[in-house]
């Protein structure tokens, strides 16, 4: 079974920038989630959706941090324009429902210089 | 206050020998709670989760203390593969399954 799928895995850009990840799910897994993890941090959750609607955002900087799932399958988060401090590594994960176990992709790794 | 606490350590100990280390949350509220496991430079994976009568698997055993708030995890026998960081994970049904992470506990098993 493929699992969570992640483009870039790595991006380098300066700041005041525009940048934008990419996740798709694994195949029929309803909720996804878009986590910030920043060196010796633990992951911090940005947004959580359920097929195609948000759950929870709340921690989400929406003056500078975007995110859609418009078909409920693969979903874009776009951060614009960047700052030195959302220098991080963005994970996706995906679960089958609310309750269930979340499956990681392996990531994007920002550098905001 | 964190919602979810970790010594972030680390924690290092001599192979074959027992490690423990626990995680504090601040809402009583919550009522799932999970140990994961995290890799330098990868993603974090599911270890096992934590039930209220305590569970085992393998070398594993996870505790929760919901009276002091805090859940705990418990390796024996180490392994040189269990270097890794360990996340605590607590999930708030009543929030909508927002799941909070600690900052993680960094084991590294030494020969």
């Known amino acids: 079974e493929a699992g969570v799928a992640q483009s870039p895995r790595y991006k380098i850009i300066e700041k005041r920038q525009s940048v934008a990840f990419w996740c798709n799910p694994i195949s029929g897994h309803a909720t996804l989630y878009w986590y910030q993890q920043i060196l010796g941090q633990g992951p911090k959750l940005l947004i959580q959706?359920?097929?195609?609607?948000?759950?929870?955002d709340s921690q989400l900087p929406k003056d500078r941090f975007s995110a859609e799932r418009l078909k409920g399958v693969d979903s874009t988060l776009k951060i614009q324009p960047a700052k030195l401090e959302d220098s991080a590594v963005y994970l996706c994960a995906s679960s089958l429902g609310l309750i269930n176990e979340q499956f990681f992709g392996p990531g994007t790794r920002l550098t905001v210089l | 206050r964190k919602e979810v606490e970790q010594d972030p350590g680390p924690f290092n100990v001599p192979e074959g020998a027992t490690v423990a280390f626990n995680c504090t949350y601040s809402n009583s509220a919550s009522q799932s709670f999970f140990w994961y496991r995290q890799d330098c430079r990868k993603e974090p994976k599911l270890l096992m989760s934590v039930y209220s009568s305590g569970n085992e698997d393998g070398r594993f055993t996870a505790q929760l203390n919901r009276a002091s708030q805090y859940i705990s995890l418990l390796i024996r026998d180490s392994k040189l593969s269990d270097s890794a960081t360990y996340l605590c994970v607590v999930n708030m049904v009543a929030a909508g399954n927002k799941l909070t992470f600690g900052g993680g506990t960094r084991v590294l098993v030494k020969p």
């Open positions: 959706f359920q097929n195609n609607g948000v759950v929870d």
